[in-house]
């Protein structure tokens, strides 16, 4: 085989490997999603998610059912986004950090001085 034939099927092994990895991740609609609380036990919550872009918009309910609204990004299938409250023991933060697989999303959450806690969603 000539060298040139050979680079050319690297550059074009290079560019399959690159559009398989750029592949778009598209997170809108319902999910479920569990959460191990660090109180012990699981939180299962109902969570709607829209994408543009790399932008997301995530909603969900509280315990008490007020509506909780966060923003984020998704870049390939890494998710993030935060949810800032106000609590009766002052403003929390959460930052939740994770994967999309596919109809799945794990990753974990960071609850400041609460510490940290793993979760997963599944698409409705």
Known sequence: MSKTYLT?????A?????????????????WEM????????EITRAVHFEQ???????TTESRR????????TIKGNEI???????TPRGAMTMIYKGTVEGETMNGTV???DFGSADWTAKRK
């Open 34 to 41: 569990t959460m191990e609380s660090p109180r012990g036990g």
């Open 52 to 58: 543009e872009g790399e932008k997301i918009t995530v």
């Open 110 to 112: 960071e609850m400041g």
């Open 14 to 30: 290079i560019l399959l490997i690159s559009f398989a990895s750029a592949k778009d991740v598209d997170v809108t609609g319902d």
């Open 8 to 12: 050319l099927v690297f550059a074009i």
């Open 80 to 86: 993030e986004w935060t949810v800032s409250r106000e």
């Open 65 to 72: 059912g007020d509506e909780i609204t966060a923003e984020g």
